[in-house]
């Protein structure tokens, strides 16, 4: 019986190895990774998933916001919501029906350097998806009719975000500091600028800036690459390529403050200050920081302000990162009395962060957190299908989980520090306020300067 157990032990024990060994591979050469160059440009990437059950696909066109001219601000957005209207083929609850009678989801996004089209399915409904995806993006009719039905729909979207102060802080932030750069034009554009649309507009802008060298489509899941390629070849290699396309110019943020009054119960507030690009190499080091000051509910903004003080329900920083430019933006939604209070604990937490120490496990508490996010996002198929096209975007190649891991645990304290003391300058941050309290109170609790 001993012989019996150390036989099974020791067959455990090489069981373990071999799995720690392909999960050490998996992490350092990524899971069914493929990609292949259609001959019009198109780009097709997958990863293999084969114990997922479902399929993520993408259309990603690395067209945004910021590829407009100021007259055309909203027109991307304008498309992604025109084209699920109706085809050649399909009316548009004729889509709707499709996506449901399989149980999937069908829709878009538009963000300020590209827009997605995707779908999620069981595997075995993978050419539905495609299908679908294809006919929507080559076959839309953008008819008359549903342009003006459409226009309408995102006029009320507009003034939904114009009531919704939280959300319309951070579009009042963006416009400040990105100045006359197209970085800071609200996504959804202006009701000025959508009301001035017509159809020939729509269409032209979409066959200039929709190109097939700009479009890459993703796929995570229970799939096999060949099969992928062959189906998007079919219903995507007609589409021809376009000699040119919008150069991008490289936006400058501006340090400045602001003040929108508005008759609203709390002050809302978004305090930046220059960041990183997407693809930089201290971008690890940048993520630790934003964890350890307001990435989640054991950061020192949310423990100081909200659960310490009570001065905030929500407060938090975030990092919103670009081709070529970056920010370190800090949110809080405060009382007038307290405002002042919370700006100032802000202040003194971008000090400590410069001049003293990290608390005892403070490094390696955000280390794991971020790893810990990481991993889970990849148990989801469309987060998987979004990290594909992420990096092919801002980095051109795919960058294993194992990379990932070991950029996160290689950042140093004295890295965190350094990177701190470089952002965290004054002469660098720009202030947006929006909320019951006009310029002479602003100027009267002496916080930075106003234009």
């Known amino acids: 019986m001993k012989r019996v157990s150390k036989i099974a032990k020791t067959a455990e024990a090489e069981i373990k190895n071999i799995k720690d060994s392909l999960d050490q591979s998996w992490a350092e050469i990524g899971y069914g990774y493929q990609k292949t160059v259609l001959g019009n440009g198109i780009r097709v990437i997958t990863e293999e998933i084969p114990y997922l059950r479902s399929v993520s696909i993408g259309v990603w066109v690395m067209t945004g916001s910021r590829d407009e001219h100021p ?45 997605c089209f995707y779908a999620k399915v069981i595997d075995k409904n993978l050419p539905l998806a495609i299908d679908l995806l294809s006919d929507i993006f080559l076959h839309s009719l953008m008819d008359l ?73 993703c796929a995570a899941g229970n799939l096999k690459h060949p099969e992928v390629v062959d189906l998007i070849q079919k219903a995507f290699g007609q589409i021809s390529k376009l ?94 009395d307290s405002f002042q209070e919370v700006i100032e604990l802000i202040l003194r937490e971008f000090n400590r962060l410069k001049r003293e120490p990290l608390k005892n496990g403070e490094l390696e508490t955000a280390k794991e957190q971020l790893k810990g996010n990481l991993l889970l996002s990849l148990e989801s198929s469309d987060n998987l299908m979004t990290r594909l096209a992420k990096n092919e975007i801002y980095f051109q190649s795919y960058l294993p989980v194992g990379m990932i891991l070991k950029g996160i645990d290689e950042v140093r304290e004295e890295t965190v520090q350094q990177l701190a003391t470089d952002i965290f300058d004054e002469r660098l941050f720009c202030l947006t306020v929006l909320g019951p309290m006009d310029g002479s109170d602003f100027e009267k609790i002496g916080l930075f300067r106003k234009e």
């Open 71 to 115: 007259h055309e601000n909203g027109i991307s957005h304008f498309i992604e919501h025109l084209l699920f209207k109706g085809t050649e083929n399909r009316t548009a609850f004729d889509i709707a029906k499709e996506i449901d009678s399989v149980g999937g989801t069908l829709n878009a996004f538009t963000g300020r350097e590209y827009t």
């Open 145 to 217: 009719k549903d342009v003006e039905k459409e226009r309408m729909v995102i006029l009320q979207e507009i003034k939904m975000v114009e009531d919704t102060p939280d959300d319309l802080i951070h579009d009042l932030f963006n416009r400040v500091c990105w100045g006359e750069h197209p970085l800071g034009f609200p996504i959804y554009g202006t009701s000025e600028r959508v009301q001035s649309f017509d159809r020939n507009q729509l269409f032209q802008f979409f066959r200039e800036n929709y190109p097939p060298d700009r479009i890459i489509i």
């Open 243 to 336: 000699d040119k396309a919008r150069a991008r110019v490289k936006p400058n943020p501006i340090s400045t403050t602001n003040i929108w009054k508005r008759n609203l119960e709390q002050m809302h507030f978004c305090l930046g200050t220059q960041g990183l690009q997407y693809n930089h190499s201290l971008r690890f080091a940048s993520y630790v920081l934003n964890t350890i000051l307001g990435g989640g509910m054991s950061s020192r903004l949310f423990q100081e302000i909200r659960e310490n003080r009570g001065l905030a329900y929500s407060v938090y920083s975030y990092l919103p990162t670009y081709i070529d430019a970056g920010l370190m933006v800090v949110y809080a939604g405060t009382n007038q």
